[in-house]
Structure formats: structure tokens, C-alpha cells
């Protein structure tokens, strides 16, 4: 059904966009400031590259982006420790592993139509 691939796409998308920004963000001010505080805090952006990149191929491949995107979600499970507070792991883990879902049911019920 598009309502599974629709809630994936921009689910994932805004969730990513979010993410790297933040991770852009916060904590450049304990490195300067400015554009240099932002370049030496980038390194921070590079799990959210990652599901940016996951993004743009479950755009093109549903199910395996759609995998990534899913294993991308129970990584940040146990790197961010998620599971020890629900609303962190709601903010963080679940969309990943909601959308990754959608994007592969997308990918079957596409697949049987």
C-alpha cells in the first residue's frame, strides 16, 4: 500500500534531517562557537549520515533500505543506551524501526499486488 511507503519516506526523512542537524549543533558551543565550534562537532553527524544514506536507498530499494533502516534502529538501541529510558527511546529508536518496518511491508504488499 503507498500509505506504508508515504509514512516511511517522510518519517525516516524528517527523522534523519532532525538528527544530523541536532547532532550539528549542540555541543559546538563548548568548541568555539561559530563555524569553527560547528566543523570540529561534525564528527558528531556521522550515525545520522548514515540514516541519511539509508533514507535515500530505501527511496530507490524499499526492502533493503528498509533492513538498514531497521538494524539502524536497534543499533541505537545499545550505542545510545535507549532502552533505559522510554521517552528517549521513543524520540530515537522508534522511528527508525517503525519506518524500516513500513518500508518493507511497502516493499510486500507492492510485491503481491
Known sequence: MRIYRTI???LSAI????????ALISGSEQLGGGVGGIIL???NTIPWLFLGMFVYLA????????????????????????YQD?????IVSFPPLIAGVLFILSYFSKKNI
Open 8 to 10: 516511511a519516506r517522510y
Open 41 to 43: 562537532n561534525s564528527p
Open 86 to 90: 522510554l521517552i528517549v527511546f521513543l
Open 59 to 82: 527511496w530507490k530499494k524499499e526492502f533493503i533500505g528498509g533492513l538498514f533502516i531497521t538494524i539502524f534502529g536497534l543499533i541505537t538501541i545499545i550505542f545510545f543506551k535507549t
Open 15 to 22: 527523522h534523519a534531517s532532525l538528527f544530523f542537524v541536532f
